[in-house]
């Protein structure tokens, strides 16, 4: 689900209407039955909470494309809102007249989540907007997707420089950044406690090439100026571990104790879970961020595209391989064996692109069981090949 935010100034009035042919050429769709035409337009919206949530033309359109097609008419005119909080029975949303908490009272399709816009109707949401971007990882209770935050520019992977930087754990988040389609970047928080947190920056940029890395320290105030530029008029989400210092960086974005931060436990340096829910914020500056409570594992919830997008660079070798079904195990003609062989690709990647590769492809093979089974009978021919080949049909 890759998307391309639409180019052009945001404008904020509502004076000129899109014409179709401009969302036409971003791929939507005119609807058969316009059934409900909107009402005559009240005063623009500019100086709405919506506006610093992110408003702008595009949403403005999409707006008044889901009210024109609502299932049932809109019982006053519906206004839009988007989601900052969601826990469970109620929808906190900035509306034009401010942030209130909504009941749930009807069943949305798709289900709402952080960063989604919606149709409100007499203060019920009735609809949701259509996304540009979707962060769901895979649940750690059941093979079902959960969903984290929706229409994310960005994916802040934030890793507290007080522990041992997981990779596998970057690679994960990087890819279900690109699955989204959000653009990644790694923080690397409190700074202030190790001697040289630039050595870390270069070991990340290595091992995660075409990421932007920065580092941050809340004590020192260092570093604040990076994560602006990246979040900088867009939506980005804080994703990591719990303790990793998420909280402490979105109050020192906001400018104030927004959030409740926590204590790491000494001795392992792990997080309480502070943070109980996904709290959307707009940035002083301009911009929102959402704050996360700690993921514990980052389950794949993505294609092999997106993995192949984390790993650019493997993927870039593996078609090089003489064989394009090549497994590089040890085929004739593999590049990335070779690569590997020759010191330009480190191993640790190369079984971290294997790993993920893995999870990508079963994952596929089980939400499309006939791929499953015609890739049974695929391996059950390489192996039959295999053993014809051995001349010893146990083995
Ligand atoms: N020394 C230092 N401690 C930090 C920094 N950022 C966060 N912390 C501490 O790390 C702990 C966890 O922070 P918190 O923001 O709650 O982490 P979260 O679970 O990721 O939201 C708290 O005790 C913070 O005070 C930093 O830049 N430097
Ligand atoms: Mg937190
Ligand atoms: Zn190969």
Redesign the pocket.
């Known amino acids: 689900m890759r998307s391309e935010r639409p180019p052009g100034r945001v404008r904020l009035d509502h004076e000129a209407r899109i014409p179709f042919a401009r969302l036409a050429a971003h791929g939507y769709r005119q609807r058969q039955s316009r059934r409900h035409e909107t009402s005559p337009r009240e005063p623009p919206l500019t100086s709405s909470p919506l506006v610093t949530h992110g408003w702008n033309d595009r949403w403005a359109a999409l707006f008044d494309l889901a009210v024109a097609s609502l299932d049932r008419p809109p019982q006053r005119r519906p206004v839009p809102g988007r989601v900052v909080r969601h826990d469970g029975v109620a929808l906190t949303l900035a509306l034009p007249d401010g942030i209130r908490s909504l009941g749930l009272s009807r069943q949305l399709e798709p289900a709402p989540t952080v960063g989604d816009w919606v149709v409100v109707d007499d203060d019920v949401p009735v609809a949701v907007l259509e996304r540009t971007s979707l962060l769901v990882r895979r649940s750690p209770r059941s093979d079902t997707p959960q969903l984290l935050a929706a229409n994310v520019d960005g994916v802040l992977v934030?890793c507290?420089l007080?522990r041992p930087i997981s990779s596998g754990r970057i690679d994960r988040v990087i890819t279900l950044a690109w699955e989204a389609g959000a653009t990644p970047a790694v923080v690397l928080?409190?700074?202030?406690?190790v001697d040289d947190a630039a050595a870390s920056v270069g070991a990340v940029e290595t091992e995660h090439p075409g990421v932007d890395v920065v580092t941050?320290?809340?004590?020192?105030a260092t570093g604040l100026d990076d994560v602006h530029a990246l979040v900088a008029g867009r939506t980005v989400v804080?994703v990591?571990?719990?303790?990793?210092?998420?909280?402490?960086?979105?109050?020192a974005l906001l400018g104030a104790q927004v959030?409740?931060?926590?204590?790491?436990r000494a001795g392992d340096a792990k997080?309480r879970?502070?943070?109980t829910t996904r709290e959307a914020h707009p940035l002083p500056g301009g911009g929102v961020l959402i704050?996360t409570?700690?993921l514990r594992t980052v389950g794949l919830w993505a294609d092999r595209d997106a993995v192949a997008a984390t790993f650019s660079d493997v993927d870039d070798l593996a078609a090089e391989c003489r064989f394009n079904d090549c497994g590089h195990a040890g085929e004739p003609g593999c590049a990335v064996r070779a690569a590997v062989d020759a010191g330009t690709l480190a191993p640790e990647r190369f079984a971290a692109w294997q790993e993920l590769e893995r999870e990508a492809a079963a994952a596929e093979l089980r939400a499309v069981p006939h791929l499953a089974r015609a890739r049974d009978r695929r391996l059950g021919r390489i192996g039959r090949q295999a053993q014809r080949r051995k001349g010893r049909p146990d083995s």
């Open positions: 934030v507290g007080d928080t409190k700074a202030d406690l941050t320290s809340a004590v020192d804080l990591g571990e719990s303790g990793a210092g998420k909280s402490t960086l979105a109050n959030m409740a931060t926590g204590d790491v997080g879970h502070t943070t704050d409570p700690g």
